[in-house]
T-cell receptor
Framework: SQQGEEDPQALSIQEGENATMNCSYKTSINNLQWYRQNSGRGLVHLILIRSNEREKHSGRLRVTLDTSKKSSSLLITASRAADTASYFCATVIYNQGGKLIFGQGTELSVKP | KAGVTQTPRYLIKTRGQQVTLSCSPISGHRSVSWYQQTPGQGLQFLFEYFSETQRNKGNFPGRFSGRQFSNSRSEMNVSTLELGDSALYLC?????????????FGSGTRLTVV
């Protein structure tokens, strides 16, 4: 079964607005990663946050991690039409090598 | 530098046949993982190889197998194909395992079983 649960499943916003996606997981993690996928193509790595980190920034992306609640959020600020894609969180569990366990994803639509 | 290359991009096979998919990781990357993506089950881990050794295997039947060569290139094989094997198969690579900075994915092989 999948480790991560994401919400919302779908999100539609206007260009310039912020988009927030949430991810919850079940077991202790080594790190949590966020990926973007355009139209069933390959996944693009966005950001990785380690279990001992609480917040991380990369350009317009901000990721938070709350290990006590086993949850993470991805914030995309000032969204653009080009941000339209599916976003997935993925966890790496301790002692399971490099195995990624994905959530079911959030489909983001940014309207111009 | 070149990204992760998966071949072929598209494949149509008949039930009962077998198929081999190929993945060439980024030069210097020793870890290669495979994932299956379907609308119903989402992204599911198949297996991970590091320096020619299988480190991890997902919950897939024995019809799914893989290997990694000394140059880090990897192949996965599915025997006795079933309709449910139709999916996008993604390969990911990283220098180490687990990756310190995330994984680089290929564009995938879309397999259709008819």
């Amino acid at each position: 079964s999948q480790q991560g649960e994401e919400d919302p499943q779908a999100l539609s916003i206007q260009e310039g607005e912020n988009a927030t996606m949430n991810c919850s997981y079940k077991t202790s993690i080594n790190n949590l990663q966020w990926y973007r996928q355009n139209s069933g193509r390959g996944l693009v790595h966005l950001i990785l946050i380690r279990s001992n980190e609480r917040e991380k920034h990369s350009g317009r992306l901000r990721v938070t991690l709350d290990t006590s609640k086993k949850s993470s959020s991805l914030l995309i600020t000032a969204s653009r039409a080009a941000d339209t894609a599916s976003y997935f969180c993925a966890t790496v569990i301790y002692n399971q090598g490099g195995k990624l366990i994905f959530g079911q994803g959030t489909e983001l639509s940014v309207k111009p | 530098k070149a990204g992760v290359t998966q071949t072929p991009r598209y494949l149509i096979k008949t039930r009962g046949q077998q198929v081999t998919l190929s993945c060439s990781p980024i030069s210097g990357h020793r870890s290669v993982s495979w994932y299956q993506q379907t609308p119903g089950q989402g992204l599911q881990f198949l297996f991970e190889y590091f320096s020619e050794t299988q480190r991890n295997k997902g919950n897939f039947p024995g019809r799914f197998s893989g290997r990694q060569f000394s140059n880090s290139r990897s192949e996965m094989n599915v025997s006795t194909l079933e309709l449910g094997d139709s999916a996008l198969y993604l390969c990911a690579s990283s220098p180490v395992s687990p990756a310190n900075y995330g994984y680089t994915f290929g564009s995938g092989t879309r397999l259709t079983v008819v």
